[in-house]
């Protein structure tokens, strides 16, 4: 009796430590959920300033695309400049050379007939006269060369100062596109964080049936769920659950922000047997998509903006499991959801 009494009251003594555990158990869980909660209110605030952020950001994208495409006319209108200038100064350095040449052989000539003196004296008078004024037009052509050369000179000045506005705008819009690539890689975790939330939901609300699962990052309805044999309309039964799907989905349009573009993605598969010929569809891709679209329509008629929801179809193609037996083309009958981007 003794070793009894010693037996029983060493098996009484689990049931203290056994409560304090249970207690410090139940105080862990309550202060993680309150740091969860924290942590959820700074990173909405964190969000919404991000998204200010980004709203000027694709601004100023916008007005430097602008201001590139202004530049790199600008910089299209100097070069065509920078070339009429230049076949400019081509020619007229060749009529200078022409007339200094005409100069030099008609000198030569006048000093030729020396001893002719009387004869072409008003010729060689004339002859000067004709010297002056081609002098005269060199000056001028070397006076004009001169501006045409201070001309090109300041339009190449010119055309490299917009090479550099357009190498710095280039820069610009190359860290402007990270930013928005980082932003964009935010957006899509805060996607992820709200398709979580959501798959979470829908478990809470149709955990209750072993034929509605989640596989990867889709929630799969078996289409015996949702559809009669070979119907593409959605059955009594199917309504009462789509009612819980339509409801959750309205609760998580309140929740993502307007700026996050997602859909959620109706996705119709059959299994691999042949329809029948006497059927309304001529094989399973009809039928895939016609389901697929009466899910869609249904959760329409109850409230689900259509901007959020998207109808597929994939026929037998897509199959979960190989083979063909009768449990492997029930768990291939199925409609999947996936919440995802637009």
Do not use: C
Not at 25 to 34: E, G, K
Not at 211 to 223: K, L, N, T
Not at 297 to 312: D, F, M
């Amino acid at each position: 009796m003794a070793l009894a009494r010693r037996r029983f009251s060493t098996q009484q003594d689990y049931w203290p430590a056994f409560v304090d555990m249970l207690t410090t158990l139940v105080l862990s869980i309550i202060f993680l959920l309150s740091i969860f909660m924290l942590a959820q209110y700074f990173l909405s605030q964190q969000i919404t300033d991000r998204d200010t952020v980004l709203n000027r950001l694709n601004g100023q994208i916008a007005e430097l695309t602008e201001l590139l495409a202004l530049e790199r006319a600008n910089k299209r209108d100097l070069e065509d400049n920078v070339a009429t200038l230049q076949a400019n100064l081509a020619e007229a350095e060749a009529a200078r050379a022409a007339l200094a040449g005409q100069l030099d052989a008609k000198s030569g000539a006048a000093s030729a007939a020396g001893d002719q003196v009387g004869v072409l004296t008003s010729q060689l008078a004339d002859e000067k006269r004709v010297g002056q004024r081609a002098l005269a037009q060199v000056e001028l052509l070397n006076q004009q060369i001169a501006a045409l050369r201070r001309q090109i000179a300041a339009l190449e000045d010119a055309l490299g100062a917009s090479e550099q506005r357009d190498r710095e705008s280039s820069a610009k819009i190359a860290d402007l596109g990270k930013r928005l690539n980082v932003a964009l890689a935010q957006r899509v975790q805060e996607l992820s964080r709200y398709r979580s939330d959501f798959f979470g939901r829908l478990r809470e609300i149709l955990s209750q049936r072993s034929d509605i699962r989640v596989v990867g990052d889709r929630f799969v309805f078996q289409s015996e769920v949702l559809f009669d044999s070979g119907q593409p309309d959605v059955n009594v039964a199917g309504q009462g659950e789509l009612d819980k799907l339509a409801a959750a989905l309205i609760e998580l349009e309140g929740q993502i922000p307007p700026e996050i573009g997602w859909v959620l993605r109706v996705d119709g598969h059959t299994d691999a047997r042949p329809l029948s010929g006497s059927g309304r569809f001529r094989d399973n891709w009809e039928l895939s998509a016609a389901r697929a679209i009466s899910v869609v329509k249904y959760l329409i008629g109850k409230g689900v903006s259509p901007n959020h929801l998207v109808a597929a179809g994939f026929g037998e193609f897509q199959p979960l499991e190989a083979g063909d037996g009768d449990e492997v083309n029930a768990r291939n009958r199925r409609i999947e959801l996936k919440l995802t981007e637009r």
